[in-house]
């Protein structure tokens, strides 16, 4: 079983296997991307009830909260990547890896962005140098760097590896960033959904904001195929599978 496990990995990570096995994927991931996208903003906008303290304002909560995780979650993906190009030095992960950053960027500027206009009404300014903010806002210029670096350099295989390392120097924000609000004194609001025991959020607004979260999971996966799709063909453009697709 492990060996067909193995084997089904390894053809997966073959350029040519992987550009047609994301293309069968990516209708079915955009379509669950859409299901869940008119679900989430259905209940969360028009189902869930206000706020007993913040009234409708609270509701931006069904962006910024599952922006903040993918932010987050993609840097990790792109730390799991990162590391076995390195020790496996498999070209795909770089390509995922390198396909991924601008998502990551975008949800991380939308989680600042988000939290600043909730920001205003709650705490009566744009912006604070909260703990949690500070971090998320290290984690997007940690991505910014990736690209920065990744462009400047010419040459793939070096680029690759020292986007690799600065991915894993900075995945030790990953963990500030999530355990501030505990660690610090500060004026971000303490875990809810993500608590041991149980939820501090009401049942009609946990479901459109996890319906949201899986709109944002599904969206990331897909547009991250489509990009490294076209990363895939532009390095192998060379190639025979490559010419054979192209029709020459």
């Known amino acids: 079983m492990w060996n067909m496990i193995w084997l089904f990995f390894h053809k997966l990570a073959s ?4 550009y047609r096995i994301s293309g069968l994927l990516i209708p079915w991931l955009a379509a669950i991307t859409a299901i869940l996208l008119v679900l989430g903003l259905y209940l969360g906008l028009f189902v869930a009830p206000p706020d007993y303290q913040q009234g409708e304002s609270y509701r931006i909560i069904f962006v910024h909260v599952p922006s903040a ?3 987050m979650f993609i840097y990790t993906f792109m730390a799991v990547l990162s590391a076995i ?3 496996w030095n498999i070209k795909l992960a770089d390509v995922m ?3 991924s950053a601008v998502l990551g960027a975008s949800f991380t500027l ?3 962005a988000t939290g600043s206009l909730w920001g205003k009404p709650m705490w009566g300014a744009w912006w604070v ?3 949690r903010l500070t971090s998320e806002l290290i984690l997007l210029f940690l991505y910014m760097g990736y690209i920065a670096l990744v462009m400047a350099i010419e040459d793939v295989r070096t680029a690759a590896r020292a986007g690799a390392v600065l991915i894993l120097v900075g995945v030790v924000n990953i963990p500030i960033i999530h355990y501030s609000v505990e660690w610090w004194n500060t004026l971000h609001q303490g875990p809810t959904v993500t608590k041991l025991d149980k939820p501090s959020i ?3 607004m946990l479901v459109p904001l996890l319906l949201m979260a899986g709109a944002f999971q599904f969206y990331y996966f897909t547009v991250v ?3 490294a799709r076209a990363e895939l063909l532009d390095r192998e453009r060379r190639s025979e599978w490559v010419r054979e697709l192209m029709g020459r």
């Open 15 to 18: 350029p040519k296997h992987f």
């Open 69 to 71: 995780w993918m932010s």
């Open 85 to 87: 190009y390195l020790i």
């Open 97 to 99: 890896a390198r396909s």
């Open 110 to 112: 939308l989680a600042l």
């Open 129 to 131: 140098w909260d703990a």
């Open 202 to 204: 009401h049942l009609s």
């Open 225 to 227: 195929l489509m990009r």
